[in-house]
């Protein structure tokens, strides 16, 4: 038979308001985070990063807040706009490992306007 | 800067052909990536490079799947013979530092295996 496809989170929102993304990472040894923004037929873009001696990170409309003893990572979006419409993936480095980054599953953003 | 380039954007390969995907990453980084995206799966690590040397291939998937990096402007992904569950979008990556800093992406070849 036919494989079920990977059924993504979405969030839909209006334009002009904040987004919250979410995102449960998976080993309590990761130093290290990434949230990425992808859209259609594009490669995953950098949006903010933060290290695990933090707990939050401001950018330009973005904050990403880390809570470690909940292995939970938040992004969010101020004042979201049409063009912030995309999948946005959580990514982990793990110290002392692969120089690798898991991903994970990805959440759809669709911002109406 | 170019940003990392991958060639080609898009293949439709027929079963049991050879196919070969490339990518250039930008010029002084050390590490090169290779990740595969479906929607059953995610956005998978495949195979990297440091200093052209292949580090950890444990994400390859079977003996049809090989990859090479002769140089350090480029890089090859092989599947041969190619099935249909190899469609999928595959990503290069490139970064200068260690620690997972760092990382660009390449806009992807979208494989079809019909």
């Known amino acids: 038979g036919e494989s079920v496809g990977l059924h993504l989170p979405t969030l839909s929102v209006q334009e002009g308001d904040n987004s919250i993304i979410n995102c449960a990472y998976s080993?309590?040894?990761?130093?290290?985070f990434i949230w990425y923004k992808q859209e259609s037929g594009k490669g995953p873009q950098f949006i903010i990063d933060?290290?695990?001696?933090?707990d939050k990170r401001q950018g330009q409309r973005v904050t990403v807040l880390l809570n470690k003893t909940v292995k939970h990572l938040s992004l969010q979006i101020a004042a979201t706009q049409p063009g912030d419409s995309a999948v946005y993936f959580c990514?982990?480095?793990?110290?002392?490992?692969?120089?690798?980054?898991?991903f994970g599953k990805g959440t759809k953003l669709t911002v109406n306007p | 800067d170019a940003g990392v380039i991958q060639s080609p954007r898009h293949e439709v390969t027929e079963m049991g052909q050879e196919v070969t995907l490339r990518c250039k990453p930008i010029?002084?980084?050390?590490?090169l990536f290779w990740y595969r995206q479906t929607m059953m799966r995610g956005l998978e690590l495949l195979i990297y490079?440091?200093?052209?040397?292949?580090?950890?291939d444990s994400g390859m998937p079977e003996d049809r799947f090989s990859a090479k990096m002769p140089n350090a402007s480029f890089s090859t992904l092989k599947i041969q013979p190619s099935e249909p569950r190899d469609s999928a979008v595959y990503f290069c990556?490139?970064?200068?530092?260690?620690?997972?800093?760092?990382?660009?992406f390449g806009s992807g070849t979208r494989l079809t295996v019909v």
């Open positions: 990556a490139s970064s200068r530092n260690r620690g997972g800093m760092g990382y660009t």
């Open positions: 080993n309590s040894a990761s130093d290290y």
């Open positions: 990514a982990e480095h793990t110290q002392g490992g692969s120089e690798k980054l898991v």
């Open positions: 010029s002084g980084h050390d590490y």
């Open positions: 933060i290290r695990s001696n933090m």
């Open positions: 490079f440091n200093n052209n040397v292949p580090i950890d």
